[in-house]
C-alpha cells in the first residue's frame, strides 16, 4: 500500500487538523507522537507495550542502526520491522541532528558529512543519497532527508549558508531510488530567522516530497522563539501533507504545536524522564524518588489505566527506583508513554469534536502551575 | 487457607516425587523452581511476565527488604503481594545467606546477628524470634528461619558450633508470633560433613516445621561434594514435608536434585546469566553476544515458545545486548526463566509418567557436552 494523507477536519478556532496518515503497515491517526527508538528499540520497552498502549507509529535513528548493526544486516534480516518485531509504522529520522552533535568529530562539505562513529572512530561519509538509500535499505515507511541542524546560536551568514546547502541537500535526496511504498519527508531549517525558515519552507515545498518536517528547534533558543518559529513556520507548509515537529516534546509543546497545524511528533522526553523516575499525571509531574512516596499507596495517576498504575502504587515504584530495579524503568516508560499516547487521543477528539481551543486552554490551565 | 503440602507420587527408580504445595496464594506444583525477586521484583520482569510463564511461587529476600523499604512499610501497604503486585505464593529467604556475606560488617553471637547496613552503615540485630517477626509483616506465604551459611572451607570445630546454633536459632524461631496461614520451614546446615549434617537434619526434623531446606551449598565446595551432600541429607528429611535445597541452580543441577527428593529450588543463575547475555536452550548454552549471531536470524531456540522466541531473532537480541538496551536484559530473563519453568514441567511429567530416570538420563546426555 503506498502511503498516503488525508486531512479529515480542520479545526475552525486554530491550525489544528484531524489527519489519518496510512503506510504500508497501517494507519496513524494525527496528530500523533511517535515514541524514539533510536537503536531499533524504546528504551526498556518490548512491541507489545506499544501495541498496548495503541502506538501506531515508532521512530528509529538512521544513523544509529547504520553504524549498529548496519543497514545492511537489517535488510538481509527480512527490515526493520520484522528485525525489531514491530509490524506498524516506522518513521526513521536520518540521522542529521545525531552527526551534527558530533562536534569536532564530523566535517561537513557539500557532498555531506564526513564523520568518525562515536563507537569505533572509524571514517564514514555520508551524503543525501546515501542517506536515503540506506533507509531504502532499513525499509522505513517513511525516511527523512539529511539536512544540517545548525548550532543555536549561530550567525544568519552561517544560517543560510547551511539552509541553503540543506536545501540543495533536499533536492539531491529525490534523485536517490527508494521504494514506491517508501514516503521522503523534507525538512525545513533556518535557524530562527524567519525570512530564512520562509525561504526554505517555500523551496521545500515546491518539490515533490511526501511529508515536510521543521527541524533545528529546541536547541536552546527559548520557548518564546521555539513557537515563534514553530507557528510560522508550519502555515508555510502545504495543506495537504503532513507537517512534523520534530524533537519538540514537553505535553503543553504538543498541544500548542497541533494548533499551529503539524500533525507528527517526537521526543525523549517521555521515555527518559521515565528512566530518570520523572512521570506526567494528569495533576503534574510527579518525581518518583521524594520521600514523601515512600508508604503511598496510591497510583502514579488515579485517573490513568495503564499498566502501572492498574497494578502498583507509588510507594512500590519509588522502592523499585531507589533499589536501581530495572523494573522501575520499565513500569515509569510505560506510563508515561501511556499518559502521552492519550493525551494525543484527547487532542484529536476535541478536534473532531470542535472544540480544540477551549480544551488546548484547560489542559494549560490546569497544568500551568503544577506540572511544567 | 492453611499452608499444605502433598506428595501425590513417589518415583519407583528415585527419591523423586510429584508434590503439590498449597498456601493462601495458591497451589505450587512439586518439583517447582523459584525465581529470585531479592527485592521485591525479579529483575527486568513484571509480574505478568511471570504469570504468563505459569510461575506459581516467588522468592523475596527478608534481609533486602527489612533493609529497604522496611517491613512496617511493606506491611502498612498491605503486605509483600500487593506491595509487589503479585497475588502467587511468596517464599521469603531469612537472609542469613545476606548478612553472611557481609564479611566484617557483621559479628554473629548466640543472641543472633549483629549488622552493619550495606546501603547506609546504619546498625542492626537480627535475632531468629525478630526475623519470623519480620516475615510476618512481610505476609509471606512461607518464611525461613534465620541460619548461619557455613563458609567454605570451614574447620570441623567452626562447622560444629556455628551448625549447633543454627539448630537452637531454628528451636527459638518456633516461639516467635506468626499467623497460622505463614509456614516455616528450617534450614539444615553442617558444612560439608556428613555428621553434622544428619545430627542438625534430625534434630530439626523432630521439630514442628512445616517444611525444611538444606543451605550451605554451593559455596565452593565443587559439583562431586555438593550433590554427595545434597543427596545425602535430602534423605534424611521427613518425607510428608516438602524439601527446599537452596540456591543450587544449573538445569542438571535441579534434575539431580529432584531426584534426591528436592521439591523446592532457587538461584539467581537463570536471572543473572540472562542479564549476561547467556541463555539456556534445548541444545545447549548460548551466549548470545558472540559475533556468529550478527545475521543469525533464528531465534534463541527453535523449540522455544517464550516471548522472546516467538518475536526475535539472536541477531536482534545480540544487537541490544550490544547496544546496551535495557530490553535485552527483559527479553534474556523472559526466555531463561521460561526455560527453567518448562524444564520443570518436563521433570513433573516424567515422574508422573513414571519415567524419571531414563528421562533425566536423557537430559543429563544431551546436554553433557553443548551445554555445561
Known sequence: MAFNFTVIKK?????????????????????????VGTQGGVKALSPRDLEEMECQILLANTYHLYLRPGAEVVRELGGLHRFIGWNRTILTDSGGFQVFSLGALRKITEEGVHFQSHLDGSSHLLTPERVVQIQHDLGSDVAMVLDECIPYPATKEYAMASTERTARWAERSLTAGRRDDQALFAIVQGGMHRELREACARRLASLPFDGFAVGGLGVGEGEATLHGIGEFT???????RPRYLMGVGRPQDLISAAGYGYDLFDCVLPTRNARNGTLFTSKGKVNIKRAEFVRDP?????????????????????????AGEILAAHLHTVHNLYYYHRLMDDCRLAIREGNFRDWAAEFKRQNSQAIF
Open 11 to 35: 479545526d475552525a478556532s486554530s491550525g489544528a487538523r484531524l489527519g489519518r496518515l496510512e503506510s504500508g503497515h497501517g494507519v496513524v491517526e494525527t496528530p500523533a507522537f511517535m515514541p
Open 234 to 240: 508550519a502555515q508555510l507548509l502545504p495543506e495537504k
Open 298 to 322: 496510591r497510583p502514579v495517576d488515579e485517573a490513568c489505566a495503564c499498566y502501572c498504575c492498574r497494578h502498583f502504587s507509588r510507594a512500590y515504584l519509588r522502592h523499585l527506583y531507589h
